[in-house]
C-alpha cells in the first residue's frame, strides 16, 4: 500500500503562487501516472493535472493550462505542482493520487492510492 502526503496549502491572493509537494511512501512507488485533482463542496472531484511517471510528460484541465506545471522527483518518491498566476475560481481542496494502470487520467475513481488533500484559499 503506498501512502500519499500533500503539503504546500495555504492562502494567497489572485495572482500569486504555490507550490503542492506529494510525497509517496510504502512501498517502491512506480505508478502509470501520478495525478493532482481538487474538491469543492457539494461537487464532484476534478482533474488538475497528471504526470507520466516514466517519461515526465504531463497534461493538464483546460483551466489551469498555461498556469500551472506538474513535476516529479523520482528519486525523492515527489510529486509536484507549481500553481502560478492564481485566481479565486482556484480555491479548493488538492489532492495527489496515483494512477496504476493505463489510460484514462483524467478519471478519479481509477486511482487506488490517494493523500489527504491540502487546501488552497485564493483571495481576489
Known amino acids: 500500500q503506498v501512502q500519499l502526503v500533500e503539503s504546500g496549502g495555504g492562502l494567497v491572493q489572485a495572482g500569486d503562487s504555490l507550490r503542492l509537494s506529494c510525497v509517496a511512501s510504502?512501498?517502491?512507488?512506480?505508478?502509470?501516472?501520478a495525478g493532482w485533482f481538487r474538491q469543492t463542496p457539494g461537487k464532484e472531484r476534478e482533474f488538475v493535472a497528471a504526470?507520466?511517471?516514466?517519461?515526465?510528460?504531463?497534461t493538464y484541465a483546460n483551466s489551469v493550462r498555461g498556469r500551472f506545471a506538474a513535476s516529479r522527483d523520482t528519486a525523492k518518491n515527489t510529486v509536484y505542482l507549481q500553481m502560478d498566476k492564481l485566481k479565486p475560481e482556484d480555491t479548493a481542496v488538492y489532492y495527489c493520487?496515483?494512477?496504476?494502470?493505463?489510460?484514462?487520467?483524467?478519471?478519479?475513481?481509477?486511482?487506488?492510492?490517494w493523500g489527504q488533500g491540502t487546501q488552497v484559499t485564493v483571495s481576489s
Open positions: 493520487a496515483a494512477l496504476p494502470t493505463c489510460c484514462d487520467i483524467w478519471r478519479a475513481q481509477l486511482y487506488d492510492s
Open positions: 510504502g512501498r517502491t512507488f512506480t505508478p502509470y501516472a
Open positions: 504526470i507520466y511517471w516514466s517519461s515526465g510528460s504531463t
